[in-house]
C-alpha cells in the first residue's frame, strides 16, 4: 500500500509540472519557493520505485507489467527533466 502511494503521489507532482510548464501556469507558494526541496524528494522517490520494480519484477502481475515499468520510466524522465530545467532556471538567474 505505501509504494502504491508513492507512486500515485509521484505520477501527480509530475503532471502538476508538466501542467506548469506547458500551460505557463504559475504555481504560487509551496511549488515555486521550494523547488529544490521537490526535486530532491522526487529524486528519493523515484529510486524507491526503480529498486522495488528491479526486486519485485517477477512477481508484478505480467498483465500490469508493461504500466508499471512505463509509470516508472516516466517518473524517472519527468525527474530528469525538471532538474534540467530547474538547473537552467537558476543559472539564467545568476
Same mark, same amino acid.
Do not use: K
Given at each position: 500500500?505505501?509504494?502504491? #502511494?508513492?507512486?500515485?503521489?509521484? #505520477?501527480?507532482? *509530475?503532471?502538476?509540472?508538466?501542467?506548469?510548464?506547458?500551460?505557463?501556469?504559475?504555481?504560487?507558494?509551496?511549488?515555486?519557493?521550494? =523547488?529544490? !526541496?521537490?526535486?530532491? /524528494? *522526487?529524486?528519493?522517490?523515484?529510486?524507491?520505485?526503480?529498486?522495488?520494480? #528491479?526486486? =519485485?519484477?517477477?512477481?508484478?502481475?505480467? =498483465?500490469? =507489467?508493461? $504500466?508499471?515499468?512505463?509509470?516508472? /520510466?516516466?517518473? /524517472?524522465? !519527468? $525527474?530528469?527533466? *525538471?532538474?534540467?530545467?530547474?538547473?537552467?532556471?537558476?543559472?539564467?538567474?545568476?
Amino acid at each position: 500500500m505505501p509504494l502504491t #502511494v508513492l507512486f500515485g503521489s509521484m #505520477v501527480l507532482l *509530475q503532471l502538476v509540472f508538466l501542467t506548469e510548464v506547458y500551460l505557463n501556469l504559475s504555481l504560487a507558494g509551496i511549488f515555486e519557493a521550494y =523547488r529544490g !526541496g521537490w526535486l530532491l /524528494a *522526487q529524486f528519493v522517490g523515484t529510486l524507491v520505485l526503480f529498486v522495488d520494480m #528491479v526486486i =519485485r519484477y517477477d512477481e508484478i502481475n505480467p =498483465r500490469l =507489467r508493461p $504500466w508499471h515499468v512505463a509509470g516508472v /520510466a516516466f517518473c /524517472a524522465m !519527468g $525527474w530528469c527533466f *525538471q532538474f534540467f530545467v530547474h538547473y537552467l532556471d537558476s543559472a539564467l538567474m545568476s
